[in-house]
Every structure is written in C-alpha cells, then in structure tokens.
C-alpha cells in the first residue's frame, strides 16, 4: 500500500506564486511533495535543510534541485545556522536569478533555537516579501508544538498556513487552507468549507 503522502500524490489545486506556505507537521511528508509537485510544474527548486543533503536528496529524489545545509561544518552549499543574514543572500540570489522559483525551508525551528524569535520572524518577513515580489513560491514546514501560541500566531498571520488535517478543528486556523488526502490526491482546501 503506498502512503497518501508519495511523490505520486498530485495537487488538487496548485499552490499559487507569489505565496509562502507555512504547512503544519510533524514530519515534512507533505511539504516535499507540495515542492516536488512544484518541480514538475516547471520550478526550479532550492531546499534549506538541517538534515545531511546527500540523504534528503536520495530519500526525496531531489538531484535536480539545489541544496543548502545548515551547519557550522564550513563548505559549499552549507550554511552557518547563526548567519541569517548570508542565507537570506543565498535565498535572495537564487529567487531573483530565475523566472520560476521554489525553496523549501526545512529547518525553521533549527534557525529559531539558535536565533531569537523576533529575529527570525524579521527574517520570515523580508524573505516573504522578496517570494511575493519575484511570483516565486516557498514552503515552510513547522511542527506547531515546537513554537508558542504567540509564536505560531504571528507567523500565520504573515503566512498562509496550511494544516495537515491531523489535528482537531480547534487547533486549525480557520479561513485559512489547509491539506486534505483524497485517493491519493492533495488538495489545498479552505479550512471554512470542510
């Protein structure tokens, strides 16, 4: 039986450029296959991982995409977690340098344990703004309990949140999307009309 979360899984309904998706999971299941559905509609992609990129690239068929890894290990394509701001210019070169663009931030509780919060909000900001600017697209990945209440407010209130369907209602935000699984089929689907 295959999970409702593989590479073949399609999209209801696109994600739309211009948007960043904070999707709320445990896991990113559903966050790389939104950014893999996004390679196949033409993107070229860019995935910021803590985890080691040679493994997410076999694990998630990503050889095409670029990868930077958060570490203080100093080399190419890496990163170090504390330089927010050499990875907003990493982010900034790769989003303005092509006419379809897709990053997956895999590692968003990483940078804000090692970061301040406020610091990392500023940051989910200005990348925000040059994702709405440049029409490109960017998935965020974040296991809700890793944040406060007010934490996670206020980046769905900045971002558009989408809940996997794995909590109960009250925990969703409501007006906003979020993920419904459907003969292997994901749609994004406003929370109000489940």
Same mark, same amino acid.
């Given at each position: 039986?295959?999970?409702?979360?593989?590479?073949?899984?399609?999209?209801?309904?696109?994600?739309?450029?211009?948007?960043?998706?904070?999707?709320?999971?445990?896991?990113p299941?559903v966050?790389?296959?939104?950014?893999?559905?996004?390679?196949?509609?033409?993107?070229?992609?860019?995935?910021?991982?803590?985890?080691?990129?040679? +493994?997410?690239?076999? !694990? #998630?068929? =990503? $050889?095409?995409?670029?990868?930077?890894?958060?570490?203080?290990?100093? &080399?190419? %394509?890496?990163?170090?977690?504390?330089a927010?701001?050499?990875?907003?210019?990493?982010?900034?070169t790769f989003?303005?340098?092509?006419?379809?663009s897709?990053?997956?931030?895999?590692?968003?509780?990483?940078?804000?344990?090692?970061?301040?919060?406020?610091?990392m909000?500023?940051?989910?900001?200005?990348?925000?703004?040059?994702?709405?600017?440049?029409?490109?697209?960017?998935?965020?990945?974040?296991?809700? +309990?890793?944040l406060? !209440? #007010?934490e =996670? $407010?206020?980046?769905?209130?900045?971002?558009?949140?989408?809940?996997? &369907?794995? %909590?109960?209602?009250?925990?969703?935000p409501?007006?906003e999307?979020?993920?419904?699984?459907?003969n292997g089929?994901?749609?994004l689907?406003?929370?109000?009309?489940?």
């Amino acid at each position: 039986m295959t999970s409702p979360f593989s590479h073949e899984a399609s999209l209801g309904e696109e994600p739309r450029p211009g948007n960043v998706y904070l999707v709320e999971e445990r896991r990113p299941r559903v966050s790389y296959d939104l950014f893999d559905k996004a390679l196949g509609s033409g993107f070229e992609g860019l995935v910021v991982t803590r985890d080691f990129p040679k +493994k997410v690239a076999a !694990e #998630r068929g =990503l $050889a095409s995409s670029r990868m930077l890894w958060l570490t203080n290990l100093v &080399g190419e %394509g890496r990163v170090n977690p504390t330089a927010i701001g050499i990875l907003m210019n990493h982010l900034r070169t790769f989003i303005e340098g092509r006419p379809k663009s897709v990053i997956m931030l895999d590692g968003l509780e990483y940078l804000v344990s090692l970061n301040t919060y406020d610091r990392m909000l500023q940051f989910m900001h200005q990348l925000r703004d040059i994702v709405i600017t440049n029409n490109a697209l960017l998935f965020v990945p974040v296991d809700p +309990k890793t944040l406060t !209440e #007010r934490e =996670l $407010a206020l980046l769905e209130r900045n971002l558009e949140p989408v809940v996997t &369907g794995t %909590g109960s209602e009250e925990e969703q935000p409501h007006g906003e999307e979020m993920i419904e699984v459907d003969n292997g089929e994901i749609k994004l689907l406003p929370v109000r009309n489940r």
